[in-house]
């Protein structure tokens, strides 16, 4: 089977080998989780967590399940998956998501 | 055993005899009669097959993408505007390496609406993927079906392929043909396995997004398969004539009277018998006149059409589709890989237009004297 080594890395991504199946069929389930869609994001939410008042808001309104909660209850996005869509920091109630310009 | 069918009965009875599990279908003229036939067979208890009946040609091919990851072997029928409307489906059956068999009854495209034959339909979608085998006669079409099978499951091809019969001409004309026995056909064509089949206890991910980084590689798999399918349709041809007794030419090509033939007519499908019968006749006044009959048109064999052409005068191509504002795409890819030779290309039974023998006669005719008498075989 032909490999193609993925020369680009992005972030913390590691170099990842893509194997060429036979009409490109994926045989290992759930493996999106390994394809982090973060990497294409131009902007980045950022969470102040004293002005949050744990509404859960941007939990809701985030389109790829990218907002989670902590152990201690405190909201965080998961840079991962995020891919900048800044939905949440439009919802809001309170301003406490912040715009940030990706630099690389 | 032999009957008298017409070539629709020849490919259902093919189709039967290959122990297909799943035939969605929806009819078109004139491709009809082989659902016709299919649903006889499994009504009366002699075929143990699931027939979807689909609201759609683009439904019959998508149908059969599921089918086959199933891991059932299946077959659909079309004809002209369905096969247009499957045509979106196409190519993802042969992205996604999948070995469907679908018999085009070729029939030309409208408008204005017409449905008698020309290769319209199926030469239009020459570059999605799919091998392309085109038949002469009603015999050759019980014996194409069957080396589809073989062909398009072949671990080193796993593309879909057509077989093309000309509509009406062979879909509605009654011949003797011999059909093989079962025993014959489950010893050539054993039955279909895929490692890779819908399995809720093994999940895998069909048809997923190709990122720019890998899909050129997929696309040159699908080129390499094509070019590795030439040898097996040649294979599958040479096997088939050990165990069943019948081939055509070397399977890719098949050449008559090409021995010292100095003029030669190109096509593909009926007008074959045409001009067949035509050279025979010329022969038989000293001339020196053969016919190449291109029975695969994907992949195409680029070395044995060179090697067919080699010591001829002047080839004539008999085109019948035509690329508006181009050519007939034969004559386009014979020109390409014949620089040197003296290629005269020919627009002829467009829309169920006869081809006649004298249409054949004055090819031969312009040939000989070097000069092309007229483009349209009208």
Redesign the interface.
Known sequence: M?K?Q?KETVGDIKAQQ?E?N??????K?G?SMDYHTGSWRTFRPVIIQEKCIKCSTCWRVCPDAAIFVDKKGRYNVNYDYCKGCLTCVKECPVDAINKELEEK | MKSVVEASEAVALAVKLARVKVCPMYPITPSTHIPERIADYIFDGEMDAEMIHVESEHSAASALIGSILSGARSFTATSSNGFALMYEILPILS????PAVMAVANRTLAAPINIWNDHSDAVSARDQGWIQLYAESSQECVDTMIQCYKIAEDKKV?LPAMMCLDGFTLTHVFENVDVPEQAQVDKFLPAFTRE?TLDVNN??????I?FP??FM??K??QQDAMTAALDVIKKANSYYKKQIGRGYGDGLVELTDMGDAEYAILGMGTLCGTAKAKAEELRAKGKKVGVIRLRSFRPFPVKELQAAVKNLKGLAVLDRHISLGSNGPLFTEISAITPELKLFGYIAGLGGKDITLKHIESVFTDLEKGKQSREWLM
């Open positions: 032909t193609v993925r893509i060429l036979l009409g490109a069929v994926i045989k389930p493996s | 992205g996604m390496r999948l796993s890779d999940p895998k991910t069909f048809g997923p190709g980084d890998s590689g997929f040159k798999q």
